[in-house]
């Protein structure tokens, strides 16, 4: 039988460091970029030792990265059965959704590096990957993309902080993503509503841009709640 830890375990033996180093804030970035990256998907159980072994480190640095991830809500603990990856449900919805209509549609308006070259690229970069992805019928891609997408978005505040709140954020809204079903039919007709954010910003109407970004979250977690049945 397959074990559908696999493919996030084989990733984490690539990223490994020199074992001297390893410390449970970096077992816990490498374990995060896992789910966010969907190698690590809802209800999948994390098996100690293996996890050890791909990352080289002691099950008391693992023990801690996982308390981390919990208290993130990233991961949960199941008495007598072990850590598995976290199934949000629609109160967790709601709550991811409120913290982004707070977060990006601000960073589009007021974000220091809206202006900035390298943040309008990280953008347009991101759509494009997108439309590439779409093209090749590579839905995993698109969903990959918009990841991407929203990481340049909140890229554009200018602020280190809200960055790793984001990586935090991009790895529970991977996990609700998980839950919706078909990527193709959840995040196809976003491809050009992330396209219209970037063209608004590129022209320099970034409270457009952010108005257009309200209507387009509080859509999608319309969407998901009516599919998660709440």
């Keep these: 039988m397959t074990d559908p830890a696999g493919p996030a375990l084989e990733a984490l033996a690539r990223v490994r460091t020199v074992q001297t180093s390893s410390t449970a804030e970096r077992v816990a970035d490498a374990v995060r970029e896992q789910v966010v990256e969907g190698l ?66 601000a960073a589009v308006r007021r974000g220091t590096q809206v202006d900035d070259p390298a ?11 997108g439309r ?30 809200l960055d790793a709140w984001m990586a935090l ?19 196809a007709p976003y491809l050009e509503r992330n396209a219209m954010v970037a063209d608004l910003v590129e022209q320099g109407r970034p409270d457009e841009a952010a108005t257009e970004l309200e209507a387009y979250l509080a859509d999608a977690e319309a969407r998901i709640v009516g599919a998660l049945g709440g």
Aim: proline share 3%; charged share 25%; hydrophobic share 50%.
């Design 169 to 187: 954020l991009l790895a529970e809204m991977r996990l609700i993503f998980h839950r919706v079903g078909a990527v193709e039919d959840f995040h």
């Design 40 to 105: 690590l998907l809802p209800g999948v159980r994390l098996p100690e030792q293996a996890l050890c072994d791909a990352l080289s480190v002691s099950r008391n640095t693992l023990r801690e990265a996982f308390s981390q991830l919990i208290a993130e809500r990233i991961l949960t603990r199941e008495q007598h059965r072990g850590v598995f990856v976290a199934t949000p449900g629609v109160a967790d919805v709601r709550d991811v959704y409120r913290a982004r209509r707070l977060v990006e549609p």
């Design 132 to 161: 590439a992805a779409a093209a090749g019928r590579d839905w995993a891609g698109v969903a990959d993309a918009n990841q991407h997408f929203h990481r340049a978005v909140v890229g554009l505040a200018g602020s280190a902080r």
């Design 119 to 129: 943040g309008v690229k990280a953008l347009r970069a991101a759509v494009e990957e």
